[in-house]
């Protein structure tokens, strides 16, 4: 995905103008994910798919330069995934995705020489939310655990989740909800219950939270099926 920032000096004004800084920068959960792997110095392959156009290209480009070996597919017809995030006075983000080639990714674009035995298979939410990419996600999951692997998924976005989620995870060792997604999975607003919920479909949850007022990182609540 490309993200284009727009970060907000003052609230949105509606049928008007609210003046923003707007900047163009690579995004996309997985490829965040994998950059973010290759900067602690892991060996990050990136499966995803992009358009035939210059967005693409140089996503791309900017993903092997982190040090991503990253194997994209190409939709001849749809253009490269954009995501419009604004991001308000006090830093809170709200996005607004339009997909386009992100949901065109296919099975055969997980090339089967990348599912070894104690290997990782990391897959973001938004490829099980999907309707175009679900089945790709899915099979994904079957072949890696077929295969020996560890899966993790990660929800990825609250807004969209429904329980039937939990049933397009299913095959994952570890999930990786934020505090509202792990609220949103379940019912339940007392975030321990929820993370213990999950560990009967999942054997180890992680649940991340915002951080206190006087608190610098988030909070990490780790619970396991045993």
């Excluded at 798919?49 to 990253?70: K, P, T």
């Excluded at 790709?136 to 929800?155: K, L």
Aim: charge should be negative.
């Amino acid at each position: 995905m490309v993200d284009v920032v727009a970060r907000l000096s003052g609230p949105l004004a509606s049928a008007s103008d609210a003046p923003a800084t707007i900047r163009f920068h690579g995004g996309g959960s997985a490829a965040n994910a994998a950059a973010w792997l290759a900067a602690v110095g892991a060996e990050a392959v990136l499966i995803g798919c992009v358009g035939d156009d210059e967005r693409g290209r140089r996503a791309l480009g900017e993903l092997r330069m982190a040090g991503v070996d990253a194997r994209l597919a190409v939709d001849p017809d749809l253009p490269t995934g954009t995501c419009l995030v604004l991001v308000g006075p006090d830093g809170e983000r709200t996005m607004v995705p339009d997909a386009d080639a992100n949901d065109a990714l296919k099975d055969e674009d997980l090339p089967e020489e990348l599912l070894e035995p104690g290997g990782h298979l990391h897959v973001a939410g938004y490829a099980l939310l999907r309707n175009g990419s679900r089945p790709a996600a899915r099979a994904a999951i079957a072949r890696a655990s077929t295969a020996g692997m560890t899966v993790s998924v990660d929800p990825s976005s609250s807004a969209l989740l429904a329980t039937e989620f939990l049933d397009f995870a299913v095959g994952a060792d570890l999930l990786l909800p934020n505090e509202p997604e792990a609220q949103a999975l379940t019912g339940q607003s007392d975030v321990e219950r929820a993370a213990r919920a999950l560990t009967e479909r999942f054997g180890e949850v992680v649940v991340t939270q915002e951080p206190g007022p006087k608190q610098g990182v988030a909070h990490v609540l780790r619970l396991s099926a045993e």
